[in-house]
């Protein structure tokens, strides 16, 4: 049977809002407080959503949706994803009792319905800004939030994990749930995490699969066809399957040892009730597989075809429009000239692990479609695919986020490095990101590859510098490089004064010594040299360079160090492993004894907040890099006097 919604939920606008304006006479008034208004209002709480009439249910969904559109709009966040779930969050607290029973949300993007069910509504007034709620789960703002790591396919291995440790300590009676989409299904983890949880029918983890096609882009390969499957075969929208069951047949969950509920309609709450509830009694290991629209209930997100409004910025609630933007994103140069890289080198290929949109690789996808590799999300696959093709003879482009390179360590070093295969990284989203917080700001690329035997990174100051290292990076033949830069709009062109040795010489103070040498790394160059103006103006002597590629330590740089008094590094990554200790580490090793001083980001998890405002924060302003410089230089000129040696600040 071909699946399709039942024909009252395909059109979102007609049986919910007929009732969008009710007001429950189940929600509770508050000792002290007036009535609320909506359904909405009511909500402090999951007890309070359990005690409203199931004939109120579509009524509060749409009250979500309304709420959701409009905050959303006003700070940006994760718009479709959460659209997309708002019933089935609903079903989820009214038959699971949080905090007692778990909920672990992969990757958590789609919490914000969960956020608003557990009494957060006020916070959206702020959400994703400092000191505002995250945009993920978070253990400081809520009991009922339990995993807040928003990276995408783990929350199978936690539950697998936190099930056994209630089992371990009597604690059976608490249910274990977790909610991951058919994406993250595309990710190796995730199916580590069924492997050990269909292996145990004695630890009764219910796995709600919520499938709505697509990750950013539609879900790719094997289990994206068997879903299409599940969803076009089935008789009924709620037909259970064991293996020792009333099984009309099996599928792919159910040969591995799960139970196996669905598909199930996610926009109708009473059949999620119903196959929650059902999987809850069944006492085993179960796959609910709920069926849902990305975008839902909203027009401009149901009819965005690149990726159903998944993430957005500011945005006018009533056309879904962005105001224009005011200039050019880092990602859209990289996806210009990748393209141009593209028509003059046929080796040239690309490839995305789910996210061709927010990585710049639909251009190149669109150009050369048949050069193009979409392998879900599967950084370590990637890594390792790009492997093998360039051991055919080509040179991969692996477009990733920064925060996302963490996952595939193991196969730069072992498949790409030790191999010295010609393949190129490219990390949207380095350094500080800004909302979406602690798990996604890409602080540690530096750290990570500063280790990797043979590995070249540039660090790219300015549009004209991100066009010329990729070039050059696509050119190397001898092992893997490495381009990185911010999610932020691309500011002008700093023209070096003069290149020396490969390095971008941009300041060299007119009729003051030699007393610090600043090495600006990518696009801290314009904060760099903002300091600059500062320290000449106090009659510090100031030298700035842009080694433009940071890793390995260009030779000719120590040698340059040696003449200036004190050398100073900045960079938009953690000091602890980076371009600056690289430096320090390559002084010791030539016998240089100038004083070597890291500015960077902290050995710290940064919270949410806007980018410069977070860079100002870690002392990466042009003022603050000016009063860290001159405070070291002063320091440095009492030790001279003394004789008394420093230690960093």
Not at 123 to 148: C, I, K, M, N, T
Request: with cysteine.
């Amino acid at each position: 049977m071909h699946f399709a919604l039942p024909r009252e939920l395909d059109h979102p606008g007609t049986a919910q809002s007929a009732s969008r304006a009710r007001t429950s006479a189940a929600a509770t008034e508050r000792p002290g407080e007036g009535p609320p208004r909506t359904l909405l209002e009511g909500i402090r709480d999951p007890a309070d959503l359990r005690e409203l009439p199931a004939e109120e249910l579509p009524a509060l969904a749409a009250e979500i949706r309304d709420f959701l559109v409009g905050a959303v709009a006003r700070t940006g966040g994760h718009l479709g994803p959460n659209l997309g779930v708002v019933e089935l969050m609903i079903a989820l607290h009214r038959v699971f009792a949080s905090p007692d029973d778990k909920f672990i949300f992969d990757t958590g993007h789609q919490s914000y319905v969960h956020k608003l069910l557990t009494g957060r509504a006020d916070g959206f007034d702020r959400l994703r800004q400092r000191g505002g709620l995250s945009g993920y789960p978070s253990q400081a703002e809520s009991v009922h939030d339990l995993v807040e790591n928003s990276h995408a396919s783990t929350a199978l291995s936690y539950a697998d994990g936190l099930a056994k440790a209630y089992q371990r300590r009597g604690l059976a009676d608490r249910s274990v749930v977790a909610v991951i989409g058919d994406g993250a299904l595309t990710g190796g983890m995730a199916w580590e995490g069924l492997n050990n949880l269909a292996g145990a029918p004695d630890r009764p983890v219910i796995v709600v699969l919520n499938d709505n096609g697509r990750s950013y882009a539609p879900t790719i390969g094997g289990i994206g066809r068997h879903l299409q499957h599940l969803r076009n075969s089935s008789d009924s929208w709620l037909e259970v399957y064991t293996r020792d069951g009333r099984a009309a047949e099996d599928n792919l969950f159910t040969t591995m040892g799960f139970g196996y509920i669905g598909p199930v309609n996610g926009h109708d709450v009473s059949a999620c009730e119903r196959a929650l509830e059902a999987a809850r009694a069944m006492g085993r290991p179960v796959v609910v597989h709920v069926v849902t629209r990305k975008g839902r209930g909203y027009a401009p997100a149901e009819n965005d075809q690149a990726d159903h409004m998944h993430g957005i910025g500011k945005i006018d609630p009533e056309t879904g429009k962005a105001p224009a933007s005011s200039g050019t994103s880092w990602t859209k140069i990289f996806a210009d000239e990748l393209c141009a890289v593209g028509e003059d080198h046929d080796e040239v290929v690309a490839i995305t692990a789910a996210m061709p949109g927010p990585t710049g690789l639909s251009a190149f996808a669109e150009r050369f479609p048949d050069r193009m590799y979409d392998v879900g999300i599967a950084e370590q696959h990637a890594a390792g695919s790009a492997a093998g093709l360039a051991l055919g003879g080509l040179h991969p482009v692996v477009a990733v986020y920064s925060t996302f390179l963490n996952r595939a360590f193991d196969q730069v070093v072992m498949d790409v490095a030790l191999h010295r295969l010609p393949v190129t990284f490219v990390l949207d989203r380095a350094g500080i990101t800004g909302p979406d917080g602690a798990s996604h700001h890409g602080m540690w690329d530096m750290s990570i590859l500063g280790v990797v035997p043979g590995v070249r990174v540039a660090a790219p100051r300015d549009p004209a510098r991100l066009r010329e290292t990729l070039r050059e990076a696509v050119e190397v033949s001898d092992g893997p490089t490495v381009l990185r830069f911010p999610k932020a709009t691309a500011g002008p062109d700093i023209d070096a004064v003069v290149r020396v040795d490969g390095m971008d010489l941009l300041r060299r103070s007119r009729g003051l010594s030699l007393d610090v040498l600043i090495v600006s790394t990518g696009v801290l160059a314009e904060a760099c040299l903002q300091a600059a103006d500062i320290l000449e103006d106090q009659g510090i002597g100031v030298t700035i360079i842009d080694p433009r590629w940071v890793i390995p330590v260009n030779p000719a740089l120590t040698g340059l160090a040696a003449r200036h008094q004190l050398v100073v590094t900045v960079e938009d990554s953690s000091r602890t492993g980076g371009v600056g200790a690289c430096l320090a580490q390559a002084c010791a090793d030539e016998g240089v004894r100038t004083p070597v001083r890291n500015l960077g980001l902290p050995r710290a998890f940064i919270e949410h907040g806007d980018r410069t405002g977070l860079l100002a924060d870690m002392g990466l302003s042009g003022e603050e890099i000016a009063r860290t410089v001159r405070d070291y230089h002063a320091d440095l000129r009492v030790s001279a006097r003394t004789g008394a040696e420093t230690s960093p600040r």
